[in-house]
Structures are given as structure tokens and as C-alpha cells.
């Protein structure tokens, strides 16, 4: 079975649409641990709708607002799964998705996860085979890919301050996690099809895009020196040079 876990804040038109992508696909033995991190818009009538979709296979929980990592954790401690993939609210997801990463991962028994090529907002990312090197470099794994449960981070201690996300961590979340894996000796395997969609909205489009070709042209913008504290976060807590 896979479990996927969505945290979610102030999102629910982006969970809506997360939700009704998970409706149609393809494989059907998933259950769905959405996690309400302390959002104050109308995510529980949401939730309403699809509970009488999904029924059983939805579970739906509450807390304060901590960050997405923290919501993350709390839904992959209760997972029932051997398999486990987190989708952001603002993602949709293709209608093969879930069928197309899972048949990819049993078809190749060293990986220990499954990543795809993806369109953000309207651009499409078309990605590579798994690359430790090139990882260390750069974050081009998105979280969205399916994890053997028993290689993710800490699972045989799910109490310990070494389970799951890093919640320190704001920014560049997932590149940490697949660093994490990488040094426990985990790998991963490309799946060379678009399998979703990041929905952005039109002040996170311009602000990556625009940053995109600034990071080095304009190092004194305040964001461009937020993006690049956040990264040297990463690179010291993994000794990256």
C-alpha cells in the first residue's frame, strides 16, 4: 500500500485540486493522511467533500501551525504503508502517477525512491538520472517522490529527533531529506515521464523566475540573500563545499 501524506496550510482550493487528482488514478490501494497545519480558511469543508469519496482510505488531522516539515512528520508516523510519498497541497497529480513510480520502484530493487519530471506552474522541468554529484550541488528532486518506507529517515525510531524532515529547516526541505538518504547509502531512480503539476500563484512564479537569472547579478537583494543564507544552511549541515 502507498500512504500519502499532504500537509496543508491556507490552502484548500490547492487541496481540492490535490484531492481530486489522487480520485483518479489509476492504482487504488493508497490511503490519505492530510494534515491541517493550523490553516484558518475553509479546509474541513474540503475535507467533508472527499471523505464521502475516499471514506475510509482519508484520515484527516489538526494541530497548531508548525511548518510543512512538522506536518509532514506527524502524518508518516502514523502511516500504515510500505510505501510513502508527499505530495505539497498545490500539486496535481497525473492520473498514472502513483501506478507508473510504484512499478518503477519494484523494478529496480536498489533504489530507494522514485522521482519524475514536472511542470512548475508553466514551466516544465525535465529531469535526469539519479546523480549523488550532482545532488550535492543542487536541489532538482522535488518531494513528490515515492520512498520505500523502511529507508526513510529514522522510521525505526519514530520518536527520535532524527525521524523524517529536518524541522529547523525552513527552506530547501527536501533536498535535505534525499542529502539525508544519499549519506545512509540510498539512492534514487528517474522516471523519465511528467508525471504532476506545482500550481504556483502569481506572486510565487515571479519571485522564482525573476530570482532565477538575479541570484548572481544582484547578490544585495534582500531575497537573493535570504535564497543563498537558506542554501549554506544546507551545504554546512552536510558538509557540502
Known sequence: MISVIIPVYNQAEHLDNCLAGIEKQTYDNYEIIVVND???DDIADVIKKYKIIFNYKLSYFEQENQGAAAARNRGAKITKGEYLIFLDADIVVRPK???????????NPGASFCYSSFIWGKKKFRLWPYDVEKLKKMPYINTASLIRREHFPGFSAQGGPAFGWDESIKRFQDWDLWLTMSESGHTGVWLNQVLYAVSLTGAQTMSHWLLS???KLLPFLPSVKKYNQAKEVIKKKHNLT
Open 38 to 40: 493550523g490553516s484558518s
Open 97 to 107: 502517477m502513483l501506478e507508473l513510480m510504484l512499478k518503477t520502484l519494484k523494478a
Open 213 to 215: 537569472f538575479v541570484y
